[in-house]
């Protein structure tokens, strides 16, 4: 397996100038039709709704495309119970501000102002609003393929992680610090087995070429690919259940959802 580090030495045919739009922002209806689900620890390739394909590997390489610009939140005012379908949360924010339109019981003007949004709220401490973010993908075996939706919990997304796996914030400084973008990467998203609620993590396998590069760059400004890191609440939508028993919801950064780079390195200082 490649050394994480070993993709970056020679990275000459792959320019540090070159940028995607949206590595910078992360340092956070109409659902679309396609999305990657990580339910029970597996990758399962979803069209409408319906299981198309599962993979049998514990990890999955991708190239990431697109990435909402803030860290979502939703609230739940149930417990999740095994085998009964999670019900919608009752309030929700696209951009970790305040309470999107169109709430019927919105629970504060403000994010910040929200006692969900106080440690203790939750179970074990943490906080009963729920973070989560959305990435738009690419198979690295199929470029030219579909733009696939990945719904990112809380554990995948804050904190630190390890060679092997780093959750996305880490993930994305991690390779910006090696002079690319996380579009110039196949990125290999794999689950951490050993926590006790589904958990993937992100490590760079190996540097696209110009041509892959700009392929990756055109279905990044397409319709598909904006519509995939939009926040939209499904009813059925089974990656609700990840985000809802996600234990580590807290962010290093200051509740203002706002994912920039020199923040996140402040507070991991």
Known sequence: MNDAVDIFADSSSTPSSKTDGFSNNITASTITSKRISIRDNAFRLMVNGQEIDKSDEAYLDVIIINASPYVHRMYYDADYVPGIKVQPPVCWSSNSINPDGKINSPQAKTCVQCPQNIKGSGPRGTKACRFSRRIAVVKADDIEGDIYQVTLPAQSIFGTGTHERKPLHQYTDYVRANGQTLMSIVSR??????????????????????????????????????????????VNSEDLKNVFLSEENKSPVADSGVLDFQDLLSAWD
């Open 189 to 234: 998203m794999s689950f951490d087995m050993h926590a006790q609620n589904t958990k993937i993590g992100f490590k760079p396998i190996k540097i696209i070429t110009d041509e892959d590069y700009r392929v990756c760059s055109d279905k990044s400004l397409s319709e598909d690919a904006t519509r995939a890191i939009e926040l939209t609440v499904n």
